[in-house]
C-alpha cells in the first residue's frame, strides 16, 4: 500500500490552490505527475500513487505537472503552472518542448574535467533565466581535480551573485554542501549533458542506488546516457529532486529575457553605443568593441552572447518564414547557374 502525503510535501502552493473552485476543492482529487511514460503517468496525491492512462487529450503533460482528477481518479483538467521549463524540438521541427514544469531551483551540474565548458553553462543559464527559475551551478568530479578554486572563479565571474559549489557526486557530504536548496516541498531540476554525473548526484542525495550510473569514456570524457526518462524523486529532507536525460541538441528559442539576465554586462555595455541599432560589428562609438579592444570584455563571452542571439534568432522563425527564406535562396542558386551557363554559350 503506498504512503499518504500532505500536498505540500508534494510541492503545492498557494498558486494552485487559486486554480480550483470551492467545488473542486472538496470533490475532485489534485495529484502530481512523477513519472511520464509512454502510454501511462505516475501521479501521487494525498492518497498515494495513482496510475493514469494516457488519453489524446492530455496534451503537453510532463513530468512535474498538477492535475486535476475526480472522486474517480479521471482526468479532468491540468493546472497552469507557475514555472515551465522548455526548449526548441529537437531537429528541425519548429514547435518547443517541454522539459519539467514546477521546478524551484535548477542545478546546472558540470564537471571539472574535459566536459567543462563556460559557453555551455552559459546556454543552461539563458534556459533556466528564461523559465524564471532559481539557478545554482554545480562542479562535479572535484575529487578528480586539483584547481577547483580556478574552475570556480570562471564561472563566478559570470555572475557574481550565482551560486557555484564544487563537489564530489560520491561524497555523502554533498547532501550539506547543497542543503540550503533541499528545503520540505521544494523542486530541483537537474540539467548537464550527458557523464557529469547527475545520476550519481540523485543517487547520493536520495541516499540510494535508484539511478543507473556509467563511466565516461576515457578518451575523451563523454557522458553515456544512463536516465532514459524524466521523473521526481522523494529526498531524505522532505525535497523534491527531479532527473533529466543528458541534452545532447540544447536549441533556444523565444529566450530575450534570459539572454538578457545571463549576459546582463553586455547588454549594459550595449546602452552606451553611440547608434541605438548598433549591431556591434564595428561601428563608430560602439560600446561593445571598445570593451573588447581594451580587454574588459573577453571575447570568448561576447563570442558566446553572439552565437545564442543568432541560434535564438533563427530557431524563432516560424516555418513560412523558413520555407520562404528556402525558396529565396533556391531561386538565388538558380539564376547564379542560369547567368554562369550563358556566359559558357557565349
Known amino acids: 500500500m503506498s504512503s499518504r502525503y500532505d500536498l505540500r510535501q508534494l510541492g503545492w502552493q498557494p498558486f494552485f490552490q487559486q486554480q480550483l473552485s470551492l467545488q473542486e476543492w472538496q470533490h475532485c482529487i489534485p495529484a502530481r505527475v512523477f513519472e511520464v511514460h509512454r502510454n501511462r503517468l505516475l501521479l501521487i496525491g494525498e492518497q498515494g500513487d495513482i496510475d493514469l492512462p494516457l488519453q489524446p487529450a492530455m496534451t503537453d503533460i510532463c513530468c512535474g505537472d498538477w492535475l486535476l482528477l475526480s472522486p474517480e481518479k479521471q482526468w479532468l483538467r491540468s493546472l497552469t503552472a507557475i514555472t515551465s521549463f522548455s526548449r526548441k524540438a529537437a531537429g528541425s521541427q519548429v514547435a518547443s518542448q517541454q522539459i519539467a514544469v514546477n521546478l524551484d531551483t535548477v542545478f546546472i551540474v558540470c564537471g571539472l574535467n574535459n566536459n567543462f565548458n563556460l559557453s555551455r553553462i552559459e546556454r543552461y543559464l539563458t534556459l533556466v533565466h528564461q523559465a524564471g527559475v532559481e539557478a545554482v551551478v554545480v562542479l562535479t568530479k572535484a575529487d578528480l581535480c586539483a584547481q577547483t578554486d580556478r574552475f570556480q572563479q570562471q564561472v ?11 563537489v564530489n557526486a560520491l561524497d555523502a557530504e554533498v547532501t550539506t554542501t547543497l542543503a540550503p536548496w533541499l528545503l520540505p516541498g521544494k523542486t530541483i531540476g537537474l540539467l548537464g549533458s550527458s557523464g557529469v554525473g547527475k545520476s550519481t548526484l540523485v543517487n547520493s542525495l536520495s ?91 573577453e571575447s570568448r563571452r561576447w563570442e558566446s552572447y553572439f552565437k545564442i542571439l543568432q541560434e535564438q534568432a533563427l530557431n524563432a522563425e516560424t516555418l513560412a518564414q523558413k520555407r520562404a527564406r528556402q525558396r529565396g535562396i533556391g531561386r538565388y542558386h538558380h539564376q547564379v547557374l542560369k547567368e554562369a551557363q550563358a556566359r559558357k554559350n557565349r
Do not use: Y
Open 156 to 166: 563566478q565571474q559570470l555572475d557574481a551573485l550565482l551560486p557555484v559549489l564544487a
Open 207 to 297: 541516499l540510494s542506488a535508484e539511478q543507473p550510473t556509467a563511466a565516461a569514456r576515457q578518451q575523451d570524457d563523454r557522458g553515456r546516457h544512463t536516465t532514459t526518462g524524466r521523473s521526481l524523486h522523494f529526498l531524505p529532507g522532505g525535497a523534491l529532486l527531479m532527473d533529466t536525460p543528458g541534452m545532447r541538441e540544447l536549441q533556444l528559442a523565444d529566450c530575450e529575457q534570459g539572454v538578457g539576465k545571463t549576459f546582463a554586462d553586455i547588454e549594459a555595455l550595449a546602452q552606451h553605443c553611440r547608434f541605438s541599432d548598433c549591431r556591434h560589428q564595428g561601428e563608430p562609438g560602439c560600446a561593445v568593441n571598445d570593451a573588447l579592444n581594451a580587454g574588459t570584455l
